[in-house]
């Protein structure tokens, strides 16, 4: 079992900046696949971005890439989502995801996480 706790969601202006955090606990972070993924009001959930736990391999949706940056620190056992550039397009509840056990193909899929996060919210103002 993995219990995944999301923070440092809030509320910003557009352009600015914030890191949000996923601790994890129950499993190590480097011998699980973690994935961000958000869902707006109204809308279905979708995928973020995602690091692998070999090599560290991280890959992003189209419309963060460049701005947001995914990395693990693993003595903390935690997982960081570093948003910078923030749009009022980007405002979310933002989710941490893990497995331990997925192919490359369904790292962009959420069905395909067994644990998940409670979500932090995160809302830019224009």
């Known amino acids: 079992q993995v219990l995944l706790v999301e923070s440092g969601g809030g509320l910003v202006q557009a352009g600015g900046s914030l890191r949000l955090s996923c601790a994890a606990s129950g499993r190590t972070v480097s011998s699980l696949v973690m994935g961000w993924f958000r869902q707006a009001p109204g809308k279905e959930r979708e995928f973020v971005a995602v690091i692998t736990w070999t090599r560290e391999r991280t890959y992003y949706a189209d419309s963060v890439k460049g701005r947001f940056t995914i990395s693990r620190d693993n003595a903390k056992n935690t997982v960081y989502l570093q948003m910078n550039s923030l749009k009022p397009e980007d405002t979310a509840v933002y989710y941490c995801?893990?497995?331990?056990?997925?192919?490359?193909?369904?790292?962009?899929?959420?069905?395909?996480?067994?644990?998940w996060g409670q979500g932090t919210q995160v809302t830019v103002s224009s």
């Open positions: 995801a893990a497995d331990d056990s997925i192919t490359f193909g369904s790292m962009f899929l959420g069905p395909a996480y067994d644990y």
